[in-house]
């Protein structure tokens, strides 16, 4: 919504409220909510304090309220349906315990919780005993051999225990299913999370089975010398892709240049290699006999589950620049905010993918390989685009980096069409919700929103034809496409001009995210 448009609905509400009269007012909230009054207890039956969330079954309202000292609160609310999920503060108020949250009544999902009815001009009384924190122990075992894994680790909440034992007890969780994260430190396995069942007043005995880790195994060298090249760090992305993770495995050679890359899952991947620090080798895709910068051009590996594969040595060169003004095809001016990476994510912890704009829309990135990169340009306000001003990756102009140089490309962005609409859930209210605009033909995604009021703005580069996913929700997530269906394959494909204004309005529906 514009600031045009919040203008005008405040002034109107205002005026509103100034000409109705008191008794007009009073009738229509005494119609519309309810009194909801809660009560909780600790388990031994004392009054108990913490944080309270109270959400609407139809993501109408939602409230963030507090007990009070004697563990009750009452607050009027629209008449609807409502769960309520109770965050527990035993020492402190003002410090709850995220990890003995509990739904009404006592339980540990959304989806398993009561609704509660509110209402109009009525009052609804709930009670509700917080459950006693119990232990669960985890103990894991191969999934392809069943033989026990004798180092385990195991977190669930912020709660875990040290590593390195075959039996792991974790303490002070909210009886009922839980979730929690199993891993071993030797990277031998693929983390995996679990659902298991806490018994209240016991210790629980869950075992879980993890699947044997692939491993990538090489050695980093200098192209021109074979000398070994430390600190030089690689990931997977899927083969074909060039879509380096946010997340995920990563290992860096070591003072002889060895690496070896753990906890990937089965499949085909391409090799991604990143020298850290002030290295003076640039990063490359590895490629059948030297680096590139297509990842058309790597070479894939095929890995079987806990399959180690050795690959001949990674051949580094020496780095060189790419750097630039980033300006407006529109208006000339720079565009200062944004980002310009090899991929959409921006990267790791520590490892990133691309550079900033500056506030004068420049950029610089001094850790490329000599080779030809396909750059991508992500901003708030133009068309998400490759080198090139397109909108896919196998459109894209290269750019051409060479050792020890610098290359200057100031590319002028197009703002792209501006594409629009409502979003509405199934009974026609507006919800927020993020979209993200694929390219029919690749899937890449070439455009992505959040809205927060029920409207959505973005740009997309035309001409093109996509197709628009979107998620939504809170405590439930949901996902779907357009125009109402649940995976990508049925998605409605739109035609995006090459300028101007496309309205598309859609309709979410309460299919289950993933």
Known sequence: MSVARRSLA???????AAVLPATAASATQE?????????????????????VDLTA?????????????????????PATDYKIRITPAYYDPDMPDEGLRQWVPGKTSYAQAEAFRVTAGGTTDVAERLLPPSPITVRARDAITGAPITEVCAYADGRGANCGDPEITIHGLVPGPQTIRVYTEDGNYLATDATVNVVEGETAVAVVDLTPAAHVETTVVDAATGAPVAGACAVVAPA?????????????????????????EAGSWNLFVRPTGDSPYGAQWVGATGGTGDPAQARTITLATGQAVTVPPIRLDRAGIVTGTVTSAATGAPVTSGEVSLAHASGLSYLRWGAYLDDQGGYRIDWLGPYRWPLLFTTGDHALQWSGGVATRGQAKPVTVRAGRSTVYSPALKPGTLVTGGLTDSAGRPVSAVLTFHNAATG?????????DGRYEARVLG????????????????????????DAAAAKRVTVPSSGTLTVDIGLRPFPAG
């Open 463 to 486: 001409r093109q034809t996509i197709t628009v996913g979107w998620e939504w929700g809170s405590f439930v997530s949901y996902a779907g496409w357009y125009d109402g269906v649940a």
């Open 57 to 77: 079954t139809d993501d109408s309202h939602a409230e963030y309220l507090q007990l009070d000292e004697s563990g009750q609160l009452s607050v009027e609310v």
């Open 444 to 452: 890449e995604v070439v455009g992505s929103v959040w809205d927060y």
């Open 31 to 51: 119609q519309d909510v309810g009194l909801l009054r809660l009560t909780v207890t600790q388990p031994d039956g004392t009054a108990a304090r913490g944080a």
């Open 10 to 16: 405040t002034f109107t509400a205002a005026v509103l």
């Open 240 to 264: 074909g892709t060039g879509e380096l993770p946010a997340v995920g495995p990563l290992a860096c050679s070591d003072a002889t240049g060895r690496l070896r890359l753990g906890e990937v």
